[in-house]
């Protein structure tokens, strides 16, 4: 079956720098997104990873490591509005979007 | 913003009606998709069309249909609710299929009592 993994939740300090991972495994791989979701929001695209290495936007950064069907976003210079949740997904190789649960992050002052 | 609007945004329905929630976009992309959201699961695409009269199902397909006339709208019904289909609807939007992003409308909350 095709499954992505991510942490629940994490909480992080304002000002700090905090790593959301993903882990999956799907039937091939035709890029990986990062989306952020507020509450009671639409989710709107943070980042598209097709080769390896990092992409950087910002204070927003991706990894991707095909090799190890792994991928991390990595937030720096944490804001109060980063509070939202972030959401993995995998195109497959029918190029269907296959989407983890999603981390909720909290922001502590 | 990418110009898709999803009506109605809150509904409160009963089990056994039939329910249609209607996705507009204004962007003039080919593909459109109907995901449900779920707490402790993922988005689930429930269908989706790439093109006018061209739609295909989904993981999550069953007790749903899809109609797209025009481009611009993609409807999806619910020809008798039943309490699992309980959640929040999204419409998504995208002009490539193998490496656009998605654009999202607003969601629309369902509960069927």
């Not at chain 2, 962007?27 to 069309?49: A, F, K, T, V």
Request: charged share 20%; aromatic share 12%; hydrophobic share 30%.
């Amino acid at each position: 079956g095709q499954n992505i993994d991510q942490p629940t939740e994490m909480t992080a300090t304002e000002g700090a720098i905090v790593q959301i991972n993903c882990t999956y495994q799907t039937s091939g791989f035709n890029g990986l997104f990062w989306y952020q979701q507020h509450a009671g929001e639409a989710p709107t695209f943070l980042s598209y990873n097709v080769l390896d290495g990092l992409e950087e936007k910002g204070r927003f950064s991706s990894f991707l490591s095909r090799s190890k069907g792994y991928s991390y976003l990595l937030l720096k210079e944490l804001q109060m509005k980063d509070s939202a949740s972030y959401l993995c997904a995998v195109r497959d190789s029918n190029y269907q979007l296959i989407w983890g649960a999603g981390t909720k992050l909290i922001i502590k002052p | 913003d990418a110009g898709i609007t999803q009506s109605p945004r809150h509904k409160v329905t009963e089990t056994g009606t039939p329910v249609t929630l209607r996705c507009h976009q204004t962007e003039n992309h080919r593909y459109m998709y109907w995901y449900r959201q779920d707490p402790g699961h993922g988005l689930r695409l429930i269908h989706y069309s790439y093109g006018v009269k061209d739609t295909d199902k989904g993981e999550v397909s069953d007790g749903y249909s899809v109609s797209r006339s025009k481009t611009e709208d993609f409807l999806l019904t619910l020809e008798s609710a039943t309490s699992s289909q309980t959640s929040v609807y999204f419409c998504a939007i995208s002009e490539d299929e193998e490496t656009g992003e998605l654009f999202f409308g607003e969601g629309s909350r369902l509960t069927v009592l």
